[in-house]
């Protein structure tokens, strides 16, 4: 997918700026006095002044406040910060539905839920339902607008932050349900062929295909191969998944529609939709086709500010906080940017893609004149600032294409941006953008180039947390970069909501 990059040549590796790791130490001019002393050295002090002379010192250097400074211990976190961050609501989603299946599977596996034995192929569907379901795109968009509608600003604060919280880490719930699913599935097939004599042939082969197929697409989802091999996870969640789908379409038929007490084949249509996996099948396919049904190709214009980043403008404004997947192709090799626009009713709205894989290169190397999108864009976390009357939005390099939206459309959003010459790396555009809607006194740009390095940013957010009388802070960054503000904010007090990587 990608081409040569010798054409436009490669992108220039970070310098030590960049990465944070410069010794240098940005020197602030001193004003130079006249010495205390005549300028004829020769003749010494005069003998009266003598007494009154100090040794010379030379002027202190005036340091950034809010520099790092190297060397310093880094600060130890407490266990119980680090159990909280990693205990967090997705895993507590997931063990509610993980662990609400497990007990009903554990009495219909004892014997003593026949109904769930019987039907055991329902609860598998059932699951695989509301799984696909909390990652629509437009049941999400949904949930969103109706928290933003019905709770925005006037609840406690306490309520406001557990329906943003819910509201990212909706992904638990879908992995709870899919493995239960699973679970079941296994159990349907266990207990089919346990009644082998009875059963058709056509029927165990396509139970234990559907299984195996289910199975490769939950492990294609793992975080080590989604976060390594993007195109290896996709390719076999979607593709393994859709062949999935279809034989769960011919497994549930065929076993609704053979008796096995006669061994015949019954086909009743109004048996058939009589059966709630029928049903719950129905919903999956459904919820798996709607967004699919929004994708369209549309013309593009893109901006090579530097060899480090592809802006690419779409026409058409949006609201705050969403997402937009693009690809160079229909039905594969999608990515998810950050959306930045001036409102609803502007004329264009950008990407900030920046040069990282194949497939970012590409778009700097050979930038195309269209691409793949869903029209009804997907929402993240910064959607739910509506909820709160005060926040800061804290990013650093290519995480200003997430975070820049909530800030021109509200005055009450505090943008603090940390990169490497910004205004060089990322263009006019979005410079542009930036300076005609956040105003200075809720604008903080770190230019860790100019600056000598990356600055403390627990210090930063403490300070502006607290003049700004910020409610929640909204972050997007690197993993450690991730890792250090969240761990901060949480010893500190201060709410916070962190870049997701999937678990």
Same mark, same amino acid.
């Given at each position: 997918?990608?081409?040569?990059?010798?054409?436009?040549?490669?992108?220039?590796?970070?310098?030590?700026?960049?990465?944070?790791?410069?010794?240098?130490?940005?020197?602030?001019?001193?004003?130079?006095?006249?010495?205390?002393?005549?300028?004829?050295?020769?003749?010494?002090?005069?003998?009266?002044?003598?007494?009154?002379?100090?040794?010379?010192?030379?002027?202190?250097?005036?340091?950034?406040?809010?520099?790092?400074?190297?060397?310093?211990?880094?600060?130890?976190?407490?266990?119980?910060i680090i159990?909280?961050?990693?205990?967090?609501?997705?895993?507590?989603?997931?063990?509610?539905?993980?662990?609400?299946n497990?007990?009903?599977?554990?009495?219909?596996?004892?014997?003593?839920?026949?109904?769930?034995?019987?039907?055991?192929?329902?609860?598998?569907?059932?699951?695989?339902?509301?799984?696909?379901?909390?990652?629509?795109e437009?049941?999400g968009?949904?949930?969103?607008?109706?928290?933003?509608?019905?709770?925005?600003k006037?609840?406690?604060?306490?309520?406001?932050?557990?329906?943003?919280?819910?509201?990212q880490?909706?992904?638990?719930?879908?992995?709870?349900?899919?493995?239960?699913?699973?679970?079941?599935?296994?159990?349907?097939?266990?207990?089919?062929?346990?009644?082998?004599?009875?059963?058709?042939?056509?029927?165990l082969?396509?139970?234990?295909?559907?299984?195996?197929?289910?199975?490769?697409?939950?492990?294609?989802?793992?975080?080590?191969?989604?976060?390594?091999?993007h195109?290896v996870?996709?390719?076999?969640?979607?593709?393994?998944?859709w062949?999935?789908?279809?034989?769960t379409?011919?497994?549930?038929?065929?076993?609704?529609?053979?008796?096995?007490?006669?061994?015949?084949?019954v086909?009743?249509?109004?048996?058939?939709?009589r059966?709630?996996?029928?049903?719950?099948? #129905?919903? #999956?396919?459904?919820?798996?086709?709607?967004?699919? &049904?929004?994708?369209?190709?549309?013309?593009?214009d893109?901006?090579?500010?530097?060899?480090?980043?592809?802006v690419v403008?779409?026409?058409?404004? #949006?609201?705050?906080?969403?997402?937009?997947?693009?690809?160079?192709?229909?039905?594969?090799?999608?990515?998810?940017?950050?959306?930045?626009?001036?409102?609803?009713?502007?004329?264009?709205h950008?990407?900030?893609?920046g040069?990282?894989?194949?497939?970012?290169?590409?778009?700097?190397?050979?930038?195309?004149?269209?691409?793949?999108?869903?029209?009804?864009?997907f929402?993240?976390?910064?959607?739910?600032?509506?909820?709160?009357?005060?926040? &800061?939005?804290?990013?650093?390099g290519?995480?200003?294409?997430?975070?820049?939206?909530?800030?021109?459309?509200?005055?009450?959003w505090f943008?603090?941006?940390i990169?490497?010459?910004?205004?060089?790396?990322?263009?006019?555009?979005?410079?542009?953008?930036?300076?005609?809607?956040?105003?200075?006194?809720?604008?903080?740009?770190?230019?860790?180039?100019a600056?000598?390095?990356?600055?403390?940013?627990?210090k930063?957010?403490?300070?502006?947390?607290?003049?700004?009388?910020?409610?929640?802070?909204?972050?997007?960054?690197?993993?450690?970069?991730?890792?250090?503000?969240?761990?901060?904010?949480?010893?500190?007090? &201060?709410?916070?909501?962190?870049?997701?990587?999937?678990?």
């Amino acid at each position: 997918m990608s081409s040569d990059p010798s054409q436009r040549g490669a992108a220039p590796a970070y310098d030590d700026a960049e990465k944070g790791v410069s010794e240098k130490v940005v020197v602030y001019p001193v004003d130079k006095k006249a010495p205390a002393f005549p300028a004829d050295e020769k003749n010494g002090v005069f003998v009266n002044e003598k007494k009154d002379v100090a040794p010379f010192q030379p002027p202190q250097v005036k340091r950034d406040p809010y520099a790092l400074v190297k060397g310093a211990p880094k600060k130890e976190v407490s266990k119980v910060i680090i159990f909280k961050l990693w205990y967090n609501t997705y895993r507590k989603l997931f063990t509610i539905a993980f662990s609400i299946n497990i007990i009903m599977f554990g009495f219909a596996a004892s014997g003593h839920w026949p109904y769930a034995t019987k039907y055991a192929g329902a609860f598998a569907v059932a699951n695989f339902n509301v799984a696909i379901l909390v990652r629509n795109e437009i049941f999400g968009r949904f949930l969103y607008w109706f928290v933003n509608t019905f709770f925005a600003k006037w609840p406690p604060l306490w309520w406001r932050l557990g329906c943003t919280s819910v509201l990212q880490h909706l992904g638990g719930i879908h992995t709870g349900c899919a493995i239960s699913g699973i679970i079941w599935l296994t159990y349907k097939v266990v207990n089919t062929y346990r009644n082998l004599v009875n059963e058709n042939n056509a029927i165990l082969v396509i139970g234990l295909l559907t299984n195996v197929a289910l199975i490769v697409t939950a492990v294609a989802a793992f975080p080590w191969v989604r976060n390594t091999h993007h195109n290896v996870f996709e390719r076999h969640h979607r593709f393994v998944g859709w062949t999935a789908l279809f034989l769960t379409w011919a497994f549930t038929i065929m076993g609704d529609l053979y008796h096995p007490e006669n061994k015949t084949w019954v086909p009743d249509g109004r048996h058939l939709v009589r059966q709630q996996d029928f049903w719950y099948v #129905m919903g #999956m396919t459904i919820w798996i086709a709607l967004p699919w &049904i929004c994708t369209r190709e549309v013309p593009v214009d893109i901006e090579l500010p530097s060899p480090k980043v592809a802006v690419v403008r779409f026409r058409r404004g #949006m609201q705050q906080g969403l997402l937009a997947r693009i690809s160079r192709s229909a039905v594969k090799e999608y990515h998810a940017f950050g959306i930045i626009s001036e409102g609803p009713h502007a004329k264009y709205h950008y990407l900030i893609c920046g040069v990282q894989g194949d497939f970012t290169r590409s778009l700097v190397n050979d930038p195309p004149k269209t691409l793949w999108t869903r029209e009804l864009k997907f929402a993240g976390v910064s959607n739910t600032s509506t909820l709160y009357k005060r926040g &800061i939005r804290i990013c650093t390099g290519t995480g200003i294409g997430a975070a820049l939206s909530t800030c021109i459309q509200s005055p009450n959003w505090f943008l603090i941006w940390i990169g490497s010459d910004q205004e060089k790396t990322f263009g006019p555009t979005i410079s542009g953008l930036i300076h005609r809607h956040v105003e200075p006194e809720r604008l903080l740009l770190w230019d860790s180039k100019a600056r000598g390095g990356r600055p403390d940013t627990m210090k930063i957010l403490k300070d502006v947390y607290k003049s700004w009388n910020a409610e929640v802070v909204f972050i997007t960054s690197n993993y450690i970069g991730n890792s250090e503000m969240m761990q901060g904010c949480k010893e500190a007090g &201060i709410p916070c909501f962190g870049t997701l990587w999937d678990f």
